[in-house]
């Protein structure tokens, strides 16, 4: 027996996480979501792992294109979040959100605290979802402190230093 979907969220929503926004190209196609399921995997070759909806249009462009980039957002960019969140307008996200293109051709975000190009090396089934592993073929990190999401909310972390 395994737990229900209401469950899982509650579980899994009790574990704080950073966020992101996933966003990759394919020739003037460009897309965006916001993913809370991302990681760092190893690090020689530096890779990263994004966990993408397998019904997202960006998950599409992702598979096509090769590529993707993962803009970990700043504490004050909740409405950033919402924005690339929500399916209402999807593909009139990128209006207003000052960007720029990555080596591997990849949206990224000018304004987040962390922006990592990535090019994918392994894409793998799970469930309902794909985890999409990229090696970081660059990064930008600027000064910040970053969105963090628990339980349903938008919090932020204060930083020792």
Known sequence: MTIDAEQFRAAM??????????????????HGMTVSDFSGVSLDPPLALVCASKTSVTTGLIEEGGCF???VLRRD???????FASKKDEFKRFEGVDTYEAKTGAPL???ALVNL???VVAIHDAGDHVLCVGEIVDAQINEGEPLVFFRGG???FESAN
């Open 13 to 30: 929503g009790s574990w704080p996480s950073g966020v992101t926004i996933v966003t990759s190209r394919v020739g003037e196609e460009i």
């Open 69 to 71: 980039g993962v803009n």
């Open 77 to 83: 960019q909740d409405t950033l979040s919402n924005k």
């Open 109 to 111: 975000l000018r304004e």
């Open 117 to 119: 190009d990535c090019r």
């Open 154 to 156: 938008y919090g932020h």
